[in-house]
């Protein structure tokens, strides 16, 4: 494949020329995205290499606590990309969720004066295949074609229009004439697992016929994709595509700024914590020196499952009262939440103690051995969590992570969170 874009359609990168980087010196940005996306995604830019990435790898949870038909939906789409993708070994990258904001230029009929909008929306899925080009997908959950088709074709339209603003903000002046011819080459498709082909008539789309299976997919993927094909998606183009789409998405990308919406303030996230929110790891155990960001993070995670799974019982547990105080404050409107000290969770699983005044060290051990053994016998659920996070780990004494072990109810058929935080001295990483 040809590794240079065609001469009459060239693009510049999609940032400023260099950066400042000790190793390598003089970096473009370009250069720094593709070797973020290829920390997550090995291979690929080799066009020599058939296979399918999915960003991000595992589909968001979703709320119990909310009409979530349309996002069952898109989870159920998202599904039969992955299957397909990798059942036929397609080359692309497929990228769900992916937020766009381009700033628009259009001029007055019969005038010079160009006014200017912003164009804001989300792409439900994008797909930058190697050698069919950009697709888009817009999900709906409806069972008939009529209101949602067209706002489908519509979130398509937009799509399409935040592409081309992108290209045009890229190219060099001599290519904007031939944007808009390009453009047409990059299809949108209406989604609609729930509504037949029947009730659709002769609306183009993917319908219930179309998407019951990977291999119906692929029959429909055969039909309306590979036959138009896009042979002049070049790799200059590709690498484009999946840095404007996909790179942004990455959990390795440089730095990301988010909304710590405890404080209402901007934290910037290091590459390791953000590496430890978005892989989203459900049983990871942490280390990092004071006031790297481990209680942060684990504050941020126990909040969103919380909120998205209101029906399962977390645990958050400390070694320090103050800390358990001040944890317990900031999770006291979920019921599900539970903030306890290690010392009061001994306690509470012996019975008939209150306080380990008087105890030696080699006591203190034998009581968490003890609390270990009583603990498989307690019938009730009251020690019994889907998720536990413990911060302060390097304070426990004991065969304490046999304890946070017995305490959370793990599970083959659901993600279930254990987040265990250690002091150290060295930066925040993960241990296993």
Known sequence: MDDQPPPEFRIHQTAQENLSHDNPPQRSFDEEMKEDVTKDCPGWNNPDVKKTYVIPPTFPDIPVNRDNKGERTEKYFYDILTEFGEKTKQPMIVVHSCEFKELVQCFEKGTNFAKSYWLKGEHDFVIIHRTCGVIFFQVKAALKTAG????????????????????????????????????????GFAVMPNCSRQLAGNRTGCFKEDCKTADAFDKWWKANIVRRGNPEFSQKMYELMVIRFAAPLMTSCLQSVVLDNTYKRLIKLTKDQLSIMTRDCPKQYIMGPAGSGKTWLLMEKANQLARIKSNERILIMCFNRPLSKYLAKEFHRFPNVSVKTFVSLLLGIKGG???????????????????????????NSKYKYEHVFVDEGQDMFGIWIDLVDLLHMDSDDDRRYKWVFFDNNQNVQIMG
Request: charged residues 35%.
């Open 353 to 379: 103690m209150t306080s380990l005044n008087g105890l030696s060290e080699d006591e203190k051990k034998k009581l968490v051995f003890d609390c270990v053994k009583k603990l498989p016998q307690v019938t």
């Open 148 to 187: 949602a088709y067209t706002k489908a074709v519509q979130q398509i339209n937009k799509d399409q229009d935040s592409l081309t603003a992108t290209m045009k903000r890229l190219s060099l002046k001599e290519d904007q004439g031939k944007i808009e011819e390009e453009m047409t080459k990059y299809p």
